[in-house]
Structures are given as structure tokens and as C-alpha cells.
Nanobody, 115 residues
Framework: QVQLVESGGGLVQAGGSLRLSCAAS????????MAWYRQTPGKQRELVAL???????NYADSVRGRFAISRDNAKNTVYLQMNSLKPEDTAVYYCNLRQYGDVYWGQGTRVTVSS
């Protein structure tokens, strides 16, 4: 089993920055993909950023150039640095880990960007 614990959400003004963290514990294997998703009421959960163990990344068009995903493999932790935040970035952000066909989710952390 894998447990994911997110932290770092909160309230920030437009233009500000936040850094989200997600610590993974349990049966973590060397080949995995970690990612951040977000969801707002009435909408499907959407991919924000993805990072493979070898460093390949993928970003949603809406955040490219403003957000940066990184990971510390030794700590099994993934980060999401969010800069130039906009009110439309307001959502619950979820950490996601995929390995060997299994998918795990964190409990979510809320990010609110005020205008």
C-alpha cells in the first residue's frame, strides 16, 4: 500500500506563490510517475503537472510557465511550485502516484486565490 500526504495549500492573493508538497510512504518502487491534479466543483479532475522518475515532465497548458513540478527521490516527495497564481487556479489539488498499474491519491489540499 501507498500513502500520500499533501501539504502547503492555503489562501493567497492573485500574483502570489505557493508550494505544495506530497510525501509518499509505503511500498514505493523505483519506477513510478508522480503528478498533481486539481478539481473544482462540478468539473472533472484535471492533470496539472506530471513528473517521471527520470525527470520527464508534462504540464497543462493553463499552468505552463507558471508552475514547476519537482521531486526528491530520496524522500519520495513531489513538489509543485506555483507562481503568478490566478483566481482560476483555485481548486483542491491532489497528489497522484502511479506504479505498476496501481494508482494512488492523496486526500487533497485546497488552494484559494483571491482577486
Amino acid at each position: 500500500q501507498v500513502q500520500l500526504v499533501e501539504s502547503g495549500g492555503g489562501l493567497v492573493q492573485a500574483g502570489g506563490s505557493l508550494r505544495l508538497s506530497c510525501a509518499a510512504s509505503g511500498s514505493i518502487f523505483s519506477i513510478n510517475v508522480m503528478a498533481w491534479y486539481r478539481q473544482t466543483p462540478g468539473k472533472q479532475r484535471e492533470l496539472v503537472a506530471l513528473l517521471t522518475r527520470t525527470g520527464s515532465t508534462n504540464y497543462a497548458d493553463s499552468v505552463r510557465g507558471r508552475f514547476a513540478i519537482s521531486r526528491d527521490n530520496a524522500k519520495n516527495t513531489v513538489y509543485l511550485q506555483m507562481n503568478s497564481l490566478k483566481p482560476e487556479d483555485t481548486a483542491v489539488y491532489y497528489c497522484n502516484l502511479r506504479q505498476y498499474g496501481d494508482v494512488y491519491w492523496g486526500q487533497g489540499t485546497r488552494v484559494t486565490v483571491s482577486s
